[in-house]
């Protein structure tokens, strides 16, 4: 069963940049379809980002698309999230995600909760203005 651990989270002003990781323990992270999520308070935890396990396919949310960029270096055992042109509304905790299947379910990406069978704790994010 995998563990994983985020960090890089932290304060950043809007317009800036934050990169997060992942570090994945207690199996072959190749082997895992790996996403990130985030959380507002008051929210549900939404989707932000999703890499294929050999990192040759990424899906983003529409909130995300064109700031953030999702990364993985398998001989690191490490997912990334490279966050650009911070906005306020990017204040979440960010969560580490990974499942054993394909980044392709069906007929679209894993982009729900459901789609996921491990978790990390997560990485607090606030973008000031």
């Known amino acids: 069963q995998v563990q994983l651990v985020e960090s890089g989270g932290g304060l950043a002003q809007a317009g800036g940049s934050l990169r997060l990781s992942c570090s994945a323990s207690?199996?072959?992270?190749?082997?895992?379809?790996m996403g990130w999520f985030r959380q507002a308070p008051g929210k549900e935890r939404t989707f932000a980002a999703t890499?294929?396990?050999?990192?040759?396919?990424?899906y983003y949310a529409d909130s995300v698309k064109g700031r953030f960029t999702i990364s993985r270096d398998n001989a690191k055992n490490t997912v990334y999230l490279q966050m650009n042109s911070l906005k306020p509304e990017d204040t979440a905790v960010y969560y580490c995600?990974?499942?054993?299947?394909?980044?392709?379910?069906?007929?679209?990406?894993?982009?729900?909760?459901?789609?996921?069978?491990?978790w990390g704790q997560g990485t607090q994010v606030t973008v000031s203005s």
């Open positions: 890499i294929s396990r050999g990192g040759s396919s990424a």
């Open positions: 207690g199996g072959t992270l190749s082997s895992y379809t």
């Open positions: 995600a990974a499942t054993g299947g394909s980044v392709w379910l069906l007929d679209r990406p894993r982009n729900t909760k459901d789609d996921y069978a491990y």
